[in-house]
Every structure is written in C-alpha cells, then in structure tokens.
C-alpha cells in the first residue's frame, strides 16, 4: 500500500521556467512533510518541509505548498536551474510515537531541467 | 546542515560472505539512526530504526538475523550483511535525526553492495 504517491515518474523543464513536483498521500495521519533531492548513487539531500499547521513554506527557489483537503503537497522550484535535474523525493512522517517516527517516502520524480 | 558518511562507498563481495557498513554522524549526536535500501528506480525502503543502546527495530519483512545493526555510540551505527547473496545486492543508505522528536533526516551518500 503506497501511502505516499508520487504520480509523475518523471518532468522535463525549461531551464528558467517554474518546475512543479507534485505529491499525494492517503494517511490522514500524516503531519510533517519533506522534500528530498537525490542524485545516482548518492544520498537524499534534504531540501524543505512543511509541518500540517501551515499550508505554505518558503526557502529561497524553493516553496512547498500543503492541501490538508485534498492530501497533496506541491513543490516549487523558481526559476530553475540544471543543476536542479535530479530525482525528487517526498516524505511524510507521522507521530506514532515520540522520537519513533519514521518516514515514508514516495516513489520520486525524476526532474530534467533543459538549458 | 548536518553530515552522515558512510563507509566504505562500494563493496564487491562473494556470495557467502559478510559485509559491514558503517554510518557517522560527523558533527552531532544521533539517538536514532535509520537505515534504508534502494533498489534501481525505485523509492526508499527502511530496513529497520537504530536506537542508541537498544536493538534495532526492523520493519517488516526485514530479516533482522541478516541484517544485523548495531548502534554503539551516539555517532556510529553499523549494518551487517551477513551470508551475502546477489539479491542482496542494492544500494544501501544510512540517515540520521538530529533530534529527537523531530522528523527531518540527514542521510548518508550511501553504499553500492554487489555481491557476486
């Protein structure tokens, strides 16, 4: 069961455009969200999260939009560069038990950024 | 931001034999530790969650007499693959919490295990 799902296996963008990585999840349990960028054989590189009281956070190119309603978190990268051409992962964690929880990852996006 | 190493980057071993990899948290401590495996084009998957001092709690389906973690210190933690096979062969990543209670994770650059 894929609780976090990751729609688009992969996005081709023009280098300066806005990237849009788009993310959907079912447990209703879910309160903290994460973007991770992950380059072949290399580890995920943490970008940005967001917890579920707010529905926008924002780091520089990066912005990270939560839809409680809808379980879907959008991430948004602007402008683009080649060097975001990578696979994108998001996670989410839920609070099972203090300093118990884990993540759960969806299945990523790879990003293509065209020059 | 916080940095994980492990060690080493790549391993060829023989079928049958063990490999250790080892996961440091350079700069803090790590209570939990967790360690993932990724299969070609697919998501991460997590083994199992290393406590410091305590065993591993692994997810299921995990073969905990396989993969055998220890976490020694609040900066090491160590997963053992033990009687290697070739479907043992993935790409192995450590990641490490900062602190405790909270979610983000820092992860390691990962280790490419083949066994032939």
């Known amino acids: 069961d894929q609780q976090v799902k990751q729609n688009s296996p992969s996005l081709s963008v023009q280098e300066g455009r806005i990237s849009i990585l788009n993310c959907d999840y079912t447990n209703s349990m879910f309160d903290y969200f994460l973007w991770y960028k992950k380059y072949p054989a290399e580890g995920p590189t943490f970008l940005i999260s967001i917890s579920s009281i707010k529905d926008k956070n924002e780091d520089g190119r990066f912005t990270v939009f939560l839809n409680k309603s809808a379980k879907h978190l959008s991430l948004h990268i602007v402008p683009s560069q080649p060097g975001d051409s990578a696979v994108y992962f998001c996670?989410?964690?839920?609070?099972?038990?203090?300093?118990?929880?884990?993540?759960?990852f969806g299945t990523g996006t790879r990003l293509t950024i065209i020059p | 931001g916080a940095v994980v190493s492990q060690h080493p980057s790549w391993v060829i071993c023989k079928s049958g034999t063990s490999v250790k990899i080892e996961c440091r948290s350079l700069d803090f401590q790590a209570t939990t530790m967790f360690w993932y495996r990724q299969f070609p084009k697919q998501s991460l998957m997590l083994m199992a969650t290393?406590?410091?001092?305590?065993?591993?709690?692994?997810e299921q389906g995990v073969e905990k007499d396989k993969f055998l973690i220890n976490h020694a210190s609040l900066t090491l933690s160590t997963l053992t693959v033990t009687s290697a096979h070739p479907e043992d062969s993935s790409f192995y990543i450590c990641?490490?919490?900062?602190?405790?209670?909270?979610?983000?994770?820092?992860f390691g650059p990962g280790t490419r295990l083949t066994v032939l």
């Open positions: 990641s490490a919490r900062v602190l405790a209670g909270t979610d983000t994770q820092y």
């Open positions: 996670a989410a964690s839920a609070p099972l038990n203090f300093g118990n929880e884990k993540l759960t």
């Open positions: 290393s406590n410091e001092g305590s065993k591993a709690t692994y």
